[in-house]
T-cell receptor, first 110, second 112 residues
C-alpha cells in the first residue's frame, strides 16, 4: 500500500462550485499535513498547513484532517478559474522528508 | 525576496555528458532537497541535506550526486545522464526538517 493516495483527476467544475480534494495515508506516525498548489510550469507553493485533526480555514480554503481515518481534505468554496492548478497533499512525519500525493488536477471553467 | 533559484531552467543534453543543476536559496535554510516530478509518479525525493556537509538519499538516488559545501547551495550532479533521467527537477528548502517547504521554479531536463 502506497503511503499517500490521491486521485489524479482531472476534476472539472464550473466557476462558483465547491471543490473537494482528498488524500488518504497509511502511516499513523505522520504528524503534519499540508496542501500545495502547483500552476503549470511552476514550482509547488504552500496553500495550507495543519498538524492536528479538525478544520483550518483560510479565506475560501478549508483543510480538514481526520487522523482516526487517516484522511485529509481540501475544500475550495466559490471556485474561480484562477484556482485551476494541480493540488498536492503532503504529509510530514516530522523527521526529514515530506511524502507527497501524486496530485489532483483541477479545472475550473468560467 | 525569499526564493529558491535553479539553473538551468531548461536543458537538452545527450547520454553520458555530465551536467550539474545548481540550486541556491537566500533564506538561510538548513534543510534542502531535490525532487523529480514525472507524469503519473508525482514528486519523488532524490537527495536531501539537513545541513552543511550532511546529505542523505531519498527515494530515487540512483544516478545522481549532490554536495552541500555551503548553506545556501545544493547542486545536483548527473555524472552520466541517461534517457530515464529525463524529468522535471525541483530544488526545495525549509528552515529545519519540518515546516513549509519552498520550491524553486523547476528545471526541465531532456536526455537524448
Amino acid at each position: 500500500q502506497k503511503e499517500v493516495e490521491q486521485d489524479p483527476g482531472p476534476l472539472s467544475v464550473p466557476e462558483g462550485a465547491i471543490v473537494s480534494l482528498n488524500c488518504t495515508y497509511s502511516n499513523s506516525a505522520f504528524q503534519y499535513f499540508m496542501w500545495y498548489r502547483q500552476y503549470s510550469r511552476k514550482g509547488p507553493e504552500l496553500l495550507m498547513y495543519t498538524y492536528s485533526s479538525g478544520n483550518k480555514e483560510d479565506g475560501r480554503f478549508t483543510a480538514q484532517v481526520d487522523k482516526s481515518s487517516k484522511y485529509i481534505s481540501l475544500f475550495i468554496r466559490d471556485s474561480q478559474p484562477s484556482d485551476s492548478a494541480t493540488y498536492l497533499c503532503a504529509i510530514d512525519s516530522g523527521y526529514s522528508t515530506l511524502t507527497f500525493g501524486k496530485g489532483t488536477m483541477l479545472l475550473v471553467s468560467p | 525576496e525569499a526564493q529558491v533559484t535553479q539553473n538551468p531552467r531548461y536543458l537538452i543534453t545527450v547520454t553520458g555528458k555530465k551536467l550539474t543543476v545548481t540550486c541556491s536559496q537566500n533564506m538561510n535554510h538548513e534543510y534542502m532537497s531535490w525532487y523529480r516530478q514525472d507524469p503519473g509518479l508525482g514528486l519523488r525525493q532524490i537527495y536531501y541535506s539537513m545541513n552543511v556537509e550532511v546529505t542523505d538519499k531519498g527515494d530515487v538516488p540512483e544516478g545522481y550526486k549532490v554536495s552541500r559545501k555551503e548553506k545556501r547551495n545544493f547542486p545536483l550532479i548527473l555524472e552520466s545522464p541517461s534517457p530515464n533521467q529525463t524529468s522535471l527537477y525541483f530544488c526545495a528548502s525549509r528552515v529545519t526538517n519540518t515546516g513549509e517547504l519552498f520550491f524553486g521554479e523547476g528545471s526541465r531536463l531532456t536526455v537524448l
